[in-house]
């Protein structure tokens, strides 16, 4: 069965910091991957999506980038966090053909301070 | 822009009670879902529906799409305090596997 993996669940982080959280994806190949970004348990912005290693498309110009180092493996980073960077993360993944639901991780709170 | 709104925002109600969320879209969506999310957690897949006018039922939960694939709603009979939770209506609008965009959701309170 497939298992989505994200980490870190919460991150206090002073502004002006990096940032790095890591999402990997178990029991499938070539997956689509998200970010999602969800303020105050509201609806879901995407940040970012891929559909292989080393393509990223972005959907919102931020402070934030994305990586995909490998097919399961899908990276957000920042250089220097900012105080509006603060909210909930969450990565997704879906079978690359559709229409298929998406699979949530469990999400990484972000407290920038 | 696609835009999904969903209503109402919030629903406060008895268990035991019947109730039903919407969700309208500004334009043709190719498929829709329905996700439940709990606080603190990632959203979890209810349905996928794929065909204009189709139903699905899932215990308690009856989805319903309508035929101009624009809208949905969820209807959800005897209210039980497990119920409460965030729901999120998501569409495509493009292609096999287009990206979805979410809908700022219902928030469900079940009081016992």
């Known amino acids: 069965s497939q298992t989505i993996h994200q980490w870190p669940a919460t991150l206090v982080q002073p502004v002006g910091s990096p940032l790095s959280l890591e999402c990997t994806v178990e029991g499938t190949s070539n997956p689509n991957l998200y970010w999602y970004r969800q303020a105050a348990g509201r609806g879901l912005q995407l940040l970012f999506y891929?559909?292989?290693?080393?393509?990223i498309s972005s959907e919102v110009p931020q402070n934030l980038s994305a990586s995909r180092p490998q097919d399961r493996q899908f990276i957000l980073s920042s250089k220097k966090l900012l105080l509006s960077d603060s909210g909930f993360y969450l990565c997704a993944w879906s079978p690359p053909w559709g229409p298929h639901g998406y699979t949530f991780g469990s999400g990484t709170r972000l407290t920038v301070v | 822009t696609q835009l999904l709104e969903q209503s109402p925002q919030f629903l406060s109600i008895q268990e035991g009670e019947n109730l039903t969320v919407y969700c309208n879209s500004s334009?043709?969506?190719?498929?829709l879902q329905w996700y439940r999310q709990e606080p603190g957690e990632g959203p979890v897949l209810l349905v996928t529906?794929?065909?204009?006018?189709e139903v699905k039922k899932l215990k308690r939960l009856t989805f319903q799409f309508g035929d101009a694939r624009k809208d949905s709603s969820l209807h959800i009979t005897a209210a039980q305090p497990g119920d409460t939770g965030l729901y999120l209506c998501a569409a495509s609008y493009g292609g096999s596997q287009g990206n979805l965009i979410f809908g700022k959701g219902t928030k469900l309170s079940v009081k016992p």
């Open positions: 334009s043709v969506f190719s498929s």
């Open positions: 891929s559909v292989g290693i080393g393509q």
């Open positions: 529906v794929v065909t204009g006018g």
